[in-house]
């Protein structure tokens, strides 16, 4: 099915630990994106690329990773977890212009213990 | 950057009782979008609507561009609208969407 896919869905890490939060696409959009919603709130961009090879930080990049070396895949990394990194992540997707709309993945729910 | 405000910040109804919710942005966007997210979490595209009225079925929305405002109205609500409606703005091509609080909806049956 076309979409965006993130994977995995649910994972517990210790502080410190590091791991990689996948995102693919088969849409060939150029955009992509990496969201956290936190409870009770909307959701905040931490990095994204508008094409591969091209990153850029969102508002909330510290502690957080990314490369695009495809236009389907966009992982985001993190570095050493932190219990504040506890939040569900959103991969998202769109065109450059974005008229068709974005394309969300199904959220990966993180808890740093 | 740019901030986006929606209100009210909750909503309960019963069903078949409609609504409107608003978004205020506070810089010229070329880019708005309204979005539901469902109780299990999926964000779902409802509109593209930088500005201009459009409708979907029960759902409609208007974008003054002008006045900085967006409106969502659902009309003879289910409680399958249930969920947080989610507006998001971009100011130009390059950047990203800014998302707003949401309103988080109840539908009562």
């Known amino acids: 099915n076309a979409g965006v896919t993130q994977t995995p869905k649910f994972q517990v890490l210790k502080t410190g630990q590091s791991m990689t939060l996948q995102c693919a696409q088969d849409m060939n959009h150029e955009y992509m994106s990496w969201y956290r919603q936190d409870p009770g709130m909307g959701l905040r961009l931490i990095h994204y690329?508008?094409?591969?090879?091209?990153?850029d930080q969102g508002e909330v990049p510290n502690g957080y990773n990314v490369s695009r070396s495809t236009t389907e895949d966009f992982p985001l990394r993190l570095l050493s977890a932190a219990p504040s990194q506890t939040s569900v992540y959103f991969c998202a997707s769109s065109t450059s212009q974005g008229r068709w709309g974005y394309t969300f993945g199904s959220g990966t729910r993180l808890t740093v213990v | 950057g740019i901030q986006v405000e929606q209100s009210p910040p909750d909503l309960i109804l019963q069903e078949g009782a409609n609504s409107t919710l608003r978004c205020n942005f506070s810089?010229?966007?070329?880019?708005l979008q309204w979005f539901h997210q469902n109780p299990w979490g999926q964000l779902i595209n409802l509109f593209y609507?930088?500005?201009g009225t459009k409708q979907n079925g029960r759902l409609s929305a208007t974008t003054v561009a002008t006045e900085r405002y967006s409106l969502l109205y659902i009309s003879s609500s289910q409680t399958t609208d249930s969920g947080v409606y989610f507006c998001a703005v971009r100011k130009n091509a390059g950047n990203m969407l800014t998302f707003g609080g949401g309103t988080r909806l109840m539908v009562k049956p």
């Open positions: 609507i930088p500005s």
């Open positions: 690329s508008v094409g591969a090879g091209i990153t």
């Open positions: 810089d010229s966007v070329n880019n």
